[in-house]
C-alpha cells in the first residue's frame, strides 16, 4: 500500500499505540480520584501533559487536552469571542480555514459577531489586508498556520504581533494543526493566544487533541462539568490517547522536512513533465503537501483508478467529502481546475518509491481514462 493522504490522517506508530495499551491494562483509574489509583493516573496524565508542553515550549498549565483538533478550535474561538463580546463585535479570519474554524466564527456571526473572511491571493494570505481589518472592537482574529488542502503557510506570529500593535485586547488564535511539529512556531512573544493540535495527524490515534492557552489569556467555558483540565474542558480525561499524543510526539524526527521536502520536489518535477498537471499549491507552501489539478480528468475518478493501484491520496480536505473546496473556490481557481484536484501528503515514512508508483499510476491513468472534455 502506498499511503499519500497523511493529511487527511495518518497511521498509528508502534510508540504511541504500545503507549495507549500500557495505560488501558495498566492504568484505569481516573486521574481525578483521592485515591493511589487516581494519583498514578494523574501522575501519566502529567506526564503526557509535560511532553506536549516541551514539544509545543510552553509550560505545562498551558496545555488543555481535548478530544480532536476540531474541538480546540471549538473552544478557543467561542471561548475568546465569547470572552469579549462586552466591548468587541468583529472577527476576522481567512476565507480558507479548516471548516472547525470555518463554521464555529460562522456560529459565532449567528451570535451577533460580523464576520471578515480574507480571501488568499495567489493561494497565500497578505497580511497587510488582513490587518486593515483589524480595529478596536475585534474581538479575534484566527489565522491558520498551514492549510490543509494547499500547505499554504502563514507566519502566524509575524500576525499575531502586528495584530497586538493594533490592538493588544483583540485574541489571537491558530490552527495549528497542519503545522505542529512540521513548521516552526514560536509562543515566545506571547502574541499568540491559543494553538490548536491533532493527535492522528502526527502517528498518534484519532479522538485525541490539544489546545495551548497561553498563561492569563481569558476564554470563556464552552463545556461544563465536572471542572476537569482547569475547568476549561469538562470530562473524564481519555488517558490512554493523551499518552499515546505525547508519545508519538515525544521524539522530534529531525531529518524529515528535509526528507519530505526531497519527496515533494522529486513529485513536482516529475508532474512538470507531464501534460495538462497544474500545481494548486502556492510557492513557499508547506512541503508535506502538494496540490495539483490533472486537468479534463475528474478527482474521484482518479482518486478511485489510484486506489485499485493501492495508492491513496485525496480529492481535497477528508472532512468536506463529496463538497467542492472551499479553498480552492477561495483562491478564484476554474470549476474544472478545482474538480480535477489531487492533495498528496507526506509523512516521515514515505519513500521515493511511493513518488515513482504514484507517477507511474497518473501516466496510467491519462492512457486509460476517457477525457471528461
Ligand atoms: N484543522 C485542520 C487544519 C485540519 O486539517 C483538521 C483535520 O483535518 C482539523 C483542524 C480537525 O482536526 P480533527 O480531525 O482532529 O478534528
Not at 97 to 102: L, M
Not at 114 to 139: C, F, M, N, W, Y
Not at 292 to 305: N, Q
Request: aromatic letters at 6%.
Amino acid at each position: 500500500m502506498i499511503y499519500l493522504d497523511n493529511a487527511a490522517t495518518t497511521a498509528v506508530s508502534k510508540k504511541s499505540a504500545d503507549a495507549a495499551k500500557d495505560i488501558l491494562d495498566n492504568c484505569f483509574g481516573n486521574p481525578s480520584s483521592l485515591y493511589s489509583l487516581g494519583a498514578k493516573a494523574e501522575s501519566k496524565l502529567s506526564s503526557a501533559r509535560r511532553t506536549l508542553a516541551r514539544v509545543f515550549g510552553c509550560t505545562e498549565n498551558e496545555i488543555y487536552f481535548t478530544g480532536c483538533g476540531t474541538e480546540s478550535n471549538n473552544l478557543a474561538l467561542l471561548g475568546a469571542a465569547r470572552a469579549r463580546a462586552a466591548w468587541a463585535d468583529t472577527v476576522v479570519t481567512t476565507a480558507f480555514e479548516h471548516p472547525s474554524v470555518q463554521n464555529t466564527v460562522r456560529e459565532l456571526a449567528s451570535e451577533g459577531f460580523k464576520v471578515i473572511e480574507v480571501k488568499p491571493r495567489g493561494g497565500v494570505i497578505d497580511p497587510q489586508e488582513l490587518l486593515s481589518h483589524v480595529g478596536k472592537t475585534t474581538a479575534l482574529v484566527a489565522v491558520m498556520q498551514v492549510n490543509n488542502e494547499t500547505g499554504a503557510v502563514n507566519d502566524a506570529e509575524d500576525i499575531a504581533k502586528r495584530v497586538k500593535e493594533i490592538n493588544p485586547r483583540t485574541a489571537f488564535h491558530c490552527d495549528a494543526v497542519q503545522g505542529f511539529m512540521k513548521q516552526p512556531l514560536s509562543l515566545v512573544s506571547g502574541a499568540i493566544d491559543t494553538v490548536s493540535v491533532s493527535g492522528h495527524k502526527l502517528h498518534a490515534p484519532k479522538g485525541v487533541g490539544a489546545l495551548y492557552v497561553r498563561k492569563g489569556f481569558n476564554l470563556k467555558q464552552v463545556q461544563f462539568g465536572g471542572g476537569q483540565e482547569r475547568g476549561l474542558r469538562s470530562g473524564t480525561e481519555n488517558l490512554a490517547f493523551a499518552a499515546a499524543f505525547a508519545a508519538a510526539i515525544s521524539e522530534p524526527d529531525t531529518g524529515e522536512y528535509a526528507r519530505v521536502t526531497a519527496l515533494r520536489d522529486k513529485l513536482r518535477d516529475g508532474l512538470s513533465s507531464v501534460p495538462d498537471i497544474v500545481i494548486n499549491s502556492p510557492q513557499g507552501a508547506a512541503p508535506y503537501i502538494l496540490n495539483f489539478s490533472v486537468l479534463g480528468y475528474r478527482s474521484e475518478t482518479l482518486i478511485h483508478f489510484l486506489e485499485e493501484r493501492e495508492i491513496y491520496v485525496s480529492g481535497g480536505s477528508a472532512c468536506s467529502k463529496g463538497q467542492r473546496s472551499h479553498t480552492l473556490s477561495a483562491m478564484g481557481l476554474p470549476v474544472e481546475r478545482i474538480d480535477s484536484a489531487l492533495r498528496v501528503s507526506f509523512c516521515g515514512d514515505n519513500r521515493e518509491d511511493d513518488v515513482d508508483a504514484l507517477l507511474t499510476g497518473l501516466e496510467a491513468a491519462r492512457k486509460t481514462l476517457r477525457r471528461t472534455r
